[in-house]
């Protein structure tokens, strides 16, 4: 079985706010007041600047993006994320902006790394995005990054 994710995460008020000024981006509500915006083709285009440097060590991360994620982190915390597994073996990594900076990443965990005692990057990442896991699951669960396994089942809802 394969899973995949490339978004943005952050509470839904500032992905509202992401969407408003990107009009092809969709917010999809997930728990603990966080909501994620699935990185689609279109979005991917749409963010783009041919100039703009790219983050390193994502696969998907568009030509200035850094710029736009520091922007809108003036309001609130904002991650990238970015995952892909297929039989249980796979790679993720993630990043937050904060008050317009890089506070957190990019952290990567190749297939063959052990879990860090922290967590996973994308579980860190929603911590610092205000997350908390629960009994015997952790943030990526409890916020129900697991409800969909491929990127267009997050845009059909």
């Keep these: ?24 981006a969709r917010v999809v509500r997930l728990e603990q007041g966080l909501a994620l915006i ?9 963010l783009h600047q041919p100039a703009g440097a790219q983050q390193t060590g994502f696969a998907y991360f568009p030509g200035g993006l850094a710029r ?6 003036q309001s609130a915390p904002i991650a990238y994320l ?3 597994y297929f039989g249980g073996e796979g790679s993720q990594s ?6 317009g900076r ?19 990057p994308i579980s860190q990442a929603l ?16 916020v129900g990054l697991g409800r969909h396994r491929h990127l267009e089942d997050w845009i059909a809802g």
């Design 68 to 73: 736009r994620l520091e922007a809108w982190s």
């Design 38 to 46: 699935p990185m689609t083709d279109r979005l991917h285009a749409a």
């Design 102 to 120: 890089l506070t957190l990443g990019p952290l990567h965990l190749g297939e063959d790394d052990p879990d860090p005692a922290e967590g996973t």
């Design 1 to 24: 079985m394969s899973y995949e994710l490339n978004a943005l995460a952050a509470t839904a008020e500032l992905l509202n706010v992401v969407a408003a000024e990107v009009p092809v």
């Design 82 to 84: 970015e995952a892909a």
């Design 127 to 142: 911590r610092r995005l205000g997350a908390r896991g629960g009994a015997g699951a952790d943030e990526f669960e409890t």
């Design 94 to 99: 993630a990043a937050v902006w904060v008050d």
